[in-house]
């Protein structure tokens, strides 16, 4: 299921939030791009009629560890933002992870996991812009 939100920004730009469920396919380590950025990527399978589709999302910064918490196998919702950036005259687009969570239906969580409590951010917790001039 894909669904997606327009939200207004203090900075007047428009700003679209997705969720998607599927399994967890595959986890990577955290990769420190530069002294000061980190990135994580991880890759979600999710069913498209009969043919299964292999979408990967990249997880920055303080929200690397986020991905701590489940296993390869299990069933994820995943909480993101379409990011596009030119660079040297190339264009690139990233899928910025920003929450994961537990799909419905799915077993109970592992040990330190998002439980959907009060405390858990929400869409009003997603992260700024931020405009580091990045190739990716």
Known sequence: MLSGKVVLTHQLQVMTSFEIEGKLLRKYDTENKTQSFQAREFVLEVQDG??????????VQDRCNLLDNYQEGEQIKVHFDLRGREWQGKYFTNLNAWRLEKAAGAPSSPAGAPTGSPDFP????EPAEDNQDLPF
């Open 50 to 59: 009969n043919y299964p589709q292999f979408v990967k999302f990249q997880l």
């Open 122 to 125: 929400s869409a009003a917790d």
